[in-house]
């Protein structure tokens, strides 16, 4: 490392007399002078110094076999520590596997829950539709046995038409 100065610095005086040109008097004040480059690299060096400074002193005050034992024993403990975590996830990468197994299992049985379902309400509706249609037929063979007008048919038939066209109306603006 180099940090020789370029040069010292100078003090200049101007003593101003009564006649003629002021006196100039240069004086060295002892200190030098130095690039901010070599500033830098000076303070990288004292920093450095210090730090050895301390850990110096660190080390004559320290008991180095007593501070190896301490680190040997917190040393095993996060071995053992690390030890109980490897088993913990190990055990834990087995539960979350089964339970996957399981979850697709549940999601199988949903599938073919969903498809009976599916089929019994198919079922149910056609059961339903030839009772309900068995049912009227009954109802307006009596109606037409009395004689009486079937009101509720006509209505149920102005009901339908106005649905279907109503339909008709909302596919058509799709």
């Given amino acids: ?3 020789k100065s370029k040069k010292k610095e100078i003090k200049t005086e101007v003593k101003p007399k009564l006649i003629g040109k002021p006196d100039i008097i240069e004086k060295e004040t002892g200190n030098y002078v130095y690039t901010p480059k070599q500033v830098e690299q000076l303070e990288d060096l004292v920093t450095a110094a210090v730090t050895v400074k301390k850990d110096y002193k660190h080390l004559q005050t320290t008991d180095l076999v007593q501070e ?4 040997s024993e917190k040393i095993y403990q996060k071995t053992k520590e690390n030890e109980q975590l490897k088993k913990e996830l190990v055990s ?6 089964s ?17 009976n379902i599916k089929v019994l309400y198919e079922n149910t509706k056609k059961v339903f539709k030839e009772q309900f249609k068995a049912f ?4 307006k ?6 004689g009486v007008d079937n ?5 149920h038939g102005r009901e ?3 649905e279907m066209s109503r339909r008709r109306g909302y596919d058509m603006e799709r």
Avoid: P, Q, V, Y
């Avoid at 834990?92 to 596997?97: G, H, N």
């Avoid at 197994?101 to 498809?115: C, F, Q, V």
């Avoid at 063979?141 to 009395?146: F, I, S, V």
């Avoid at 009101?151 to 209505?155: I, K, L, Q, S, W």
């Fill in 151 to 155: 009101h509720f048919e006509r209505e």
């Fill in 160 to 162: 339908s038409k106005k």
């Fill in 136 to 139: 009227r037929g009954l109802i």
């Fill in 92 to 97: 834990a990468s087995f539960e979350i596997s």
């Fill in 68 to 71: 190896n034992k301490n680190l």
């Fill in 141 to 146: 063979n009596e109606l037409d046995m009395k």
């Fill in 99 to 115: 339970l996957k197994g399981d979850i697709s299992d549940l999601t199988a049985h949903i599938n073919d829950l969903k498809e």
């Fill in 1 to 3: 490392m180099n940090l």
